[in-house]
Antibody, heavy 118, light 108 residues
Framework: QVHLVQSGAEVKKPGASVKVSCKAS????????IHWVRQVPGQGLEWMGR????????TFAQKFQGRVAMPTDTSTSTFYMDLSSLTSDDTAVYYC???????????WGQGTLVTVSS | SYELTQPPSVSVSPGQTARITCSGD??????AYWYQQKPGQAPLLMIY???ERPSGIPERFSGSNSGTTVTLTISGVQAEDEADYYC???????????FGSGTKVTVL
C-alpha cells in the first residue's frame, strides 16, 4: 500500500528556513514525481511545485521561485521541501503528494504544520 | 498567473443534486481533477482526467467537461458529502499546476 509519511510540526522564527520531509513507501520510488502543496489556516490549497524522484528536474510555482528547493534522498526514498526567508504568511500545513503514471495526484501525506512566529 | 474559478459555496438538501463548477481558459486542452477535503484531513481524489472515478469513490460522484468549464456533480447528496471541494488543473503549457479557490458544500 502506498504511504507518504511526513515529518512533525515545526515552529520557526521569521527569516528562518524550514525543511519538511516526506518518506515514500509501498511503491517504486524511482517512477513517480512528488508535488508539494500548502494550505494556510482557513484558506484553500496552493500548489508549490513538483520534483522528479532524483531531484534533478523541478518545477516551482512562480510565487515561490528563489526561496524553495525540493531535494530528494534516493537512498532513503525521502523527498524534502526547503522553504527559506519565512514570514508569518508562510504559516500553513504543508502536504506532499504523489503523481501517478497518468499525471494524477493520487496519494497525499498527512500534512505538516509549520508555524512562523516571533 | 493562471486561475481557476469556483463558487465559494453550494447548499443542497439530502437526496438532491449538487453541481460545482470550475472555470479556466486552459480547461479546453488540460485535464481537471477534483478533490474532497474534510476538516483536519488531507485532500482525497474524487475525479481524475475530467470524468474518471477512482476505485472506492461512490458512483454518485461524477465529472464532466464542457470547454472552459468542468463540473463535479454529486447525485443524491448525503450528509457525509459535506466538505470543501477543489478542482486542479494546469496552465496551457501543462507544467504549472493550479488549484481552484475551493467550494464549500453544505448539506442542509
Amino acid at each position: 500500500q502506498v504511504h507518504l509519511v511526513q515529518s512533525g510540526a515545526e515552529v520557526k522564527k521569521p527569516g528562518a528556513s524550514v525543511k519538511v520531509s516526506c518518506k515514500a513507501s509501498g511503491y517504486r520510488f524511482s517512477v513517480h514525481h512528488i508535488h508539494w502543496v500548502r494550505q494556510v489556516p482557513g484558506q484553500g490549497l496552493e500548489w508549490m511545485g513538483r520534483t522528479n524522484p532524483s531531484g534533478e528536474s523541478t518545477t516551482f510555482a512562480q510565487k515561490f521561485q528563489g526561496r524553495v528547493a525540493m531535494p530528494t534522498d534516493t537512498s532513503t526514498s525521502t523527498f524534502y521541501m526547503d522553504l527559506s526567508s519565512l514570514t508569518s504568511d508562510d504559516t500553513a500545513v504543508y502536504y506532499c503528494a504523489r503523481e501517478d503514471k497518468l499525471g494524477t495526484i493520487d496519494v497525499w501525506g498527512q500534512g505538516t504544520l509549520v508555524t512562523v512566529s516571533s | 498567473s493562471y486561475e481557476l474559478t469556483q463558487p465559494p459555496s453550494v447548499s443542497v438538501s439530502p437526496g438532491q443534486t449538487a453541481r460545482i463548477t470550475c472555470s479556466g481558459d486552459a480547461l479546453t486542452n488540460q485535464y481537471a481533477y477534483w478533490y474532497q477535503q474534510k476538516p483536519g484531513q488531507a485532500p482525497l481524489l474524487m475525479i481524475y482526467t475530467d470524468n474518471e472515478r477512482p476505485s472506492g469513490i461512490p458512483e454518485r460522484f461524477s465529472g464532466s467537461n464542457s470547454g472552459t468549464t468542468v463540473t463535479l456533480t454529486i447525485s443524491g447528496v448525503q450528509a457525509e458529502d459535506e466538505a470543501d471541494y477543489y478542482c486542479l488543473s494546469t496552465d496551457s503549457s501543462g507544467t504549472s499546476f493550479v488549484f481552484g479557490s475551493g467550494t464549500k458544500v453544505t448539506v442542509l
